[in-house]
């Protein structure tokens, strides 16, 4: 099965600073890589989402790349804020039959310091 | 906007209890999926559903676990005799395209 890594586990940095949570995953038929971001005791919420077939997307300060031979992908978060202190969770995902489960990796603490 | 829901948000129960988890998934989505995450680890996979039926689960989805859609809305996950280990967060998510929304979780603790 799919094996996703994350690090770093804890990650802090100065406002306005930027911040890079690098995944890499094991399953070369991966194909889907959302990163979450989970503020304490809410839900996962979708923040980005990269397929295969690109290797960069962009949305305001927020960035993600995808390197399907080194099979890694990076998230990256330009001009921090401390609203963007949460855990980030980044997962990989194959089509399997009719679902698609994630395998989530194991989670970065992002603090960002006022 | 439509969000998926969870009830109930905090369940306390004793070892050997049985549990049933709340879903109630957007209501246009057809894949439903539980999800479990430890204090302090990652989001774990356990079981995805579609069409009334399991598409896939995980090792950790024992035969102590179930899940069914008794009606047209709510999406159940029943533990039959909880362990002190099933002390978790449980996350239901639904499906649109390959982008899944979660609910805000049962807080579960099995004493």
């Known amino acids: 099965g799919e094996n996703v890594e994350q690090h770093p586990s804890t990650l802090s940095v100065q406002e306005g600073d930027s911040a890079v949570i690098k995944c890499t995953y094991s399953?070369?038929?991966?194909?889907?890589f959302p990163w979450y971001k989970q503020e304490l005791g809410k839900r996962p919420q979708l923040i980005i989402d990269?397929?295969?077939?690109?290797g960069e997307k962009k949305d305001q300060r927020i960035a993600v790349t995808l390197n399907k031979t080194a099979k890694h992908f990076s998230l990256h978060i330009t001009e921090t804020q401390p609203e963007d202190s949460a855990v980030y969770f980044c997962?990989?995902?194959?089509?399997?039959?009719?679902?698609?489960?994630?395998?989530f990796g194991s989670g970065t603490q992002l603090t960002v310091l006022p | 906007e439509p969000e998926v829901t969870q009830t109930p948000s905090h369940q306390v129960t004793q070892m050997g209890q049985e549990v049933i988890l709340r879903c109630v998934p957007i209501?246009?989505?057809?894949?439903f999926y539980w999800y479990r995450q430890i204090l302090g680890q990652k989001v774990e996979f356990l079981v995805s559903?579609?069409?009334?039926?399991?598409?896939?689960k995980s090792e950790i989805f024992d035969d102590q676990f179930s899940v069914e859609r008794p009606d047209g809305s709510n999406f159940t996950l029943k533990i039959r005799s909880t362990k002190l280990e099933d002390s978790a967060m449980y996350f239901c998510?639904?499906?649109?395209?390959?982008?899944?929304?979660f609910g805000p979780g049962t807080r579960l603790l099995v004493l």
């Open positions: 997962a990989a995902s194959y089509p399997s039959g009719s679902a698609r489960q994630l395998t």
């Open positions: 399953d070369s038929a991966s194909n889907y």
């Open positions: 990269i397929r295969s077939n690109v």
């Open positions: 209501s246009n989505h057809l894949y």
């Open positions: 559903f579609y069409n009334n039926e399991i598409s896939e």
């Open positions: 998510a639904s499906v649109e395209g390959e982008t899944q929304y």
